[in-house]
Nanobody, 122 residues
């Protein structure tokens, strides 16, 4: 069944940059939005950024101006470019896809990525 493949996390110093990627393992037959979430130890999972199927982005206030989300329609890959990273950005980052209204994925599809760790040192 379809699942999401994430990459790009790792350790970085404050002020540095990382680029996360999220790709479905198979072709999806729905138009979909891709959302990045993050979860730090002891905290709830929180919204980071979303790119809609038409390319329209939205951001959490905490990352606006530093992070850029984009979608490469040729490869179905969503990217999260993270610049000017801060220690408070340290978290496990998860991507999720949501079918646009009017289309439904089968229950066996895993629409959450496994997560990729981002650790920012001061």
């Amino acid at each position: 069944a379809l699942h999401l493949v994430e990459s790009g996390g790792g350790p970085v110093q404050a002020g540095g940059s990382l680029r996360l990627s999220c790709t479905p393992s198979d072709v999806t037959y729905c138009y979909y939005d891709t959302t990045w979430y993050r979860q730090a130890p002891g905290k709830e999972r929180e919204f980071v950024a979303r790119v809609e199927s038409n390319g329209s982005p939205s951001y959490a206030d905490s990352v606006r101006g530093r992070f850029t989300i984009s979608q490469d329609n040729a490869t179905n890959t969503a990217y999260l470019q993270m610049n000017s990273l801060k220690p408070e950005d340290t978290a496990k980052y998860y991507c999720k896809i949501d079918a646009r209204p009017g289309c439904v994925y089968p229950d066996e599809y895993d629409l959450w990525g496994p997560g990729t760790q981002v650790t920012v040192s001061s």
